[in-house]
């Protein structure tokens, strides 16, 4: 057959100059298929244990501050009470940050739970309630990755486990820095305030008064015991003693 004048300058068409694009082979045995979901497995365990310590990098700063605040707070009567209360906006904002990554991390761990649960678990000792759609949830999760808890779930959780002993700890601080006049920079002999007035007076913050700001604090902390008490009646492994981050 006569060459064309392509050929025989060395020009091949497009379809043959370039190989054929294919998807990777799949699994073709139970060996392989072991050997893919073993490889997997470590990396979810990888990106879980990452977002897992971006949630303790969070805790560890609301901790510090916490720590440094009140250590700033209450060791001069020259503190303004008002280094307690930014103490809690900082914290506050800690928070935020923990539920949004909280959100990330639940998905990996609800996908290596899968894993556990339903694979390696039943290849160390079978049960007869294996489901036989098990890895259908984590295809799913890959195909098409969606959170699995709302963001004020992940709020209401992470003040639950956490973040309620902080703010405790800072109203404590907070009653005892306007309660006791010697903690305030006026230093008379009483220990404790009297009466509500000196109390309401104590708790002056710049142009807002001490009422409003107490009234403020109030309902910052009814909605922080709204958060401990409102939860769903079954939370599955998130259930009161279960292990659960």
């Not at 098409?144 to 808890?149: S, T």
Request: aromatic share 12%.
């Amino acid at each position: 057959m006569e060459q064309t004048a392509q050929e025989k300058a060395g020009i091949l068409p497009l379809e043959s100059a370039t190989p054929a694009r294919r998807a990777p082979a799949l699994p073709a045995n139970s060996a392989e298929k072991a050997n893919m979901i073993i490889h997997y497995y470590r990396g979810e365990i990888g990106r879980m244990t990452s977002w897992r310590d971006r949630i303790d990098r969070t805790s560890n700063w609301s901790m510090t501050v916490v720590a440094g605040l009140l250590s700033v707070s209450l060791s001069t009567p020259a503190s303004h009470h008002g280094v307690v209360l930014f103490a809690m906006l900082l914290i506050s904002v800690f928070l935020l940050i923990e539920a949004r990554r909280y959100r990330f991390f639940d998905v990996y761990r609800a996908r290596v739970r899968q894993l556990e649960r339903h694979y390696f678990a039943q290849a160390l000792f079978p049960q007869a309630e294996l489901k036989a759609d098990w890895a259908q949830a984590i295809a799913a999760s890959l195909r098409k990755p969606v959170f699995l808890i709302g963001y004020r779930d992940a709020l209401f959780r992470r003040i639950r486990r956490n973040y309620i002993w902080m703010y405790l700890i800072l109203l404590l601080a907070w009653a005892l820095k306007i309660s006791s006049p010697k903690l305030q920079q006026a230093e008379i002999p009483a220990e404790f305030v009297t009466s509500v007035w000196q109390f309401v007076e104590n708790a002056h913050l710049g142009p807002l008064h001490g009422g409003v700001v107490l009234a403020l604090v109030g309902m910052f902390y009814a909605s922080l015991l709204i958060a401990v008490v409102c939860r769903e009646p079954d939370d599955g492994e998130f259930a009161h003693g279960e292990v659960h981050v």
